[in-house]
């Protein structure tokens, strides 16, 4: 029963994930170019806090270094964003609370080294995973980058060429480790990966197509206006 409850709460996780891609693609479907609202970092701050927790309980050292590398980066994006200012107070406390409590208990009770001796994964899967997990992550620190560059939070280019190349990895990683969790996100995610690529060389948004239907154009407008 254990079992099924940390695979739930890993599924809950990369559902969230897969919300706030599904966010983004739809609102940048509807404008005709790649959009990075700050309901996409919101998000991504409550499903790492869940995807951190199932790592944990995992024993996966590669899951836990990545949610814990990437988790400032979609704060200071809504901060970019002017969102976060806009956050509940103890909302934002708890933001940064959870991370660091969890953080302090892996070193404090030694649970950090039996996450990385976990004896179920080859040392290849190991630093597979971890490399993997890397190149996704990466696509964080060079977005990061970009904006503060730019002084707006943007997705460009090299985020979603770098998402495909490590999500790939992390599906081939998902099957050596029979993990349902990550084979399902990163099978479902490679699709919009692309569509922003092909969105940014102004291939056209796949909504264009349907201006002969006005009802459903309604619908996507009412929608796309509900995402910020």
Same mark, same amino acid.
């Given at each position: 029963?254990?079992?099924?409850?940390?695979?739930?709460?890993?599924?809950?996780?990369?559902?969230?994930?897969?919300?706030?891609?599904?966010?983004?693609?739809?609102?940048?479907?509807?404008?005709?170019?790649?959009?990075?609202?700050?309901?996409?970092?919101?998000?991504?701050?409550?499903? @790492? !806090?869940?995807? &951190?927790?199932? $790592? =944990?309980?995992?024993?996966?050292?590669? %899951?836990?270094?990545?949610?814990?590398?990437?988790?400032?980066?979609?704060?200071?994006?809504?901060?970019?964003?002017?969102?976060?200012?806009?956050?509940?107070?103890?909302?934002?406390?708890?933001?940064?609370?959870?991370?660091?409590?969890?953080?302090?208990?892996?070193?404090?009770?030694?649970?950090?080294?039996?996450?990385?001796?976990?004896?179920?994964? @080859? !040392?290849?899967? &190991?630093?597979? $995973? =971890?490399?993997?997990?890397?190149?996704? %992550?990466?696509?964080?620190?060079?977005?990061?980058?970009?904006?503060?560059?730019?002084?707006?939070?943007?997705?460009?280019?090299?985020?979603?060429?770098?998402?495909?190349?490590?999500?790939?990895?992390?599906?081939?990683?998902?099957?050596?480790?029979?993990?349902?969790?990550?084979?399902?996100?990163?099978?479902?995610?490679?699709?919009?990966?692309?569509?922003? !690529?092909?969105?940014?060389?102004?291939?056209?948004?796949?909504?264009?197509?349907?201006?002969?239907?006005?009802?459903?154009?309604?619908?996507?407008?009412?929608?796309?206006?509900?995402?910020?």
């Amino acid at each position: 029963m254990e079992n099924y409850v940390i695979i739930g709460l890993g599924f809950l996780a990369q559902a969230l994930f897969f919300m706030r891609t599904i966010a983004q693609w739809f609102k940048s479907e509807q404008e005709g170019e790649v959009i990075s609202p700050a309901i996409y970092w919101q998000i991504s701050l409550l499903a @790492s !806090i869940i995807m &951190l927790t199932y $790592g =944990i309980l995992r024993n996966d050292f590669a %899951i836990v270094v990545g949610q814990f590398l990437v988790y400032s980066i979609y704060i200071r994006n809504l901060q970019l964003k002017k969102a976060w200012t806009k956050m509940y107070w103890a909302v934002k406390v708890l933001a940064i609370f959870i991370p660091l409590s969890y953080l302090g208990w892996l070193f404090l009770s030694d649970n950090f080294s039996t996450i990385f001796n976990n004896k179920d994964i @080859s !040392i290849f899967w &190991l630093i597979w $995973g =971890i490399t993997a997990h890397l190149v996704f %992550i990466s696509r964080f620190f060079y977005q990061w980058i970009y904006s503060e560059n730019r002084k707006e939070s943007v997705l460009p280019l090299g985020f979603w060429i770098i998402s495909t190349a490590g999500s790939l990895m992390i599906f081939t990683y998902s099957i050596s480790r029979l993990d349902p969790v990550l084979f399902a996100a990163h099978s479902l995610g490679l699709f919009i990966y692309t569509r922003n !690529i092909l969105l940014h060389y102004g291939k056209g948004s796949l909504f264009s197509k349907l201006n002969k239907i006005p009802f459903l154009n309604k619908i996507i407008g009412k929608v796309s206006s509900k995402i910020k």
